[in-house]
């Protein structure tokens, strides 16, 4: 996975961010808008992907859902509060746990600076926030 996607998606994400106008809207719209721009950028994507939780060789519930897997090698979380929760940052961590997929981004379109509402993960780490 190349640092290139991961900037493009930051940028997607800022173009999202300003031409809806901020915070405000709910978490499907900002994912939604999202998906539209990174295909326009070219960028292959899928939504609300369904994750199975398996225990001992056995689903245990319905499947989890992940907001957008890009290009089958990272995971976007989206949220739209103007809070950031450990929740999220877990949720996110637990999706890249059972898929195996080694990186994932928390976009967080509720902050006034979409900037500050961005988390890299790397592993299930926290690597870097961006702004």
């Known amino acids: 996975m190349t640092q290139n996607l991961i900037q493009q998606i930051i940028a997607a994400s800022t173009e999202v961010h300003k031409l809806l106008g901020g915070p ?11 998906c539209h721009e990174l295909s326009l950028r070219g960028i292959r994507t899928q939504r609300q992907l369904a994750i199975p939780v398996i225990y001992k060789g056995a689903p245990v519930r319905e499947p989890l859902f992940l907001d957008i897997l890009v290009d089958d090698q990272l995971i976007i979380e989206v949220k739209a509060t103007g809070k950031d929760y450990p929740l999220y ?9 059972l898929t195996g997929i080694k990186s994932g981004l928390l976009i967080n379109f509720g902050k006034a600076s979409i900037q500050d509402g961005i988390m890299q993960m790397v592993d299930e780490e926290l690597i870097r926030s961006s702004g």
């Open 24 to 34: 405000g809207l709910l978490e499907a719209v900002y994912e939604s808008a999202l």
């Open 89 to 97: 940052q877990a949720q996110l961590s637990t999706y890249m746990r």
